[in-house]
């Protein structure tokens, strides 16, 4: 029902950053909250970033204080921008919304 689509992967250097969009369509009911997960072969999921439609978030203990996840409710779309990023936050991002649509995922690699 909700098409899910992820881009901004990408390679960076220790301590830089990355910005991720995440946009949403189909459906007729709102296609709020938006969530952020990370994932790769051999490793648990982990949680990232989450934010409803009135811009309420929460992140994951990893990530807080250095992440930040914004929303445009008229384009149906979430930013995360990743700041500091460190080589252990080297994974396959995915975007989620509405708790049960997925996007395909984006890579993300941190490597001096």
Known sequence: ??????SGGGLVHPGGSLRLSCTASGGTVS????????QS???????VAFIDGGGTT??????EGRFTLTGDNTRNTVYLEMNDLRPEDTDVYYCN???????????????S
Not at 41 to 47: A, D, N, S, T
Not at 58 to 63: A, H
């Open 41 to 47: 072969p051999g490793k648990q999921q982990e949680f």
């Open 1 to 6: 029902q909700v098409t899910v689509v992820e």
């Open 58 to 63: 929460s992140y994951g203990k990893s990530v």
């Open 97 to 111: 919304v509405r708790y049960t649509n997925w996007g395909q995922g984006t890579q993300v690699t941190v490597s």
């Open 31 to 38: 296609v709020w909250p938006f969530s952020w997960y990370r």
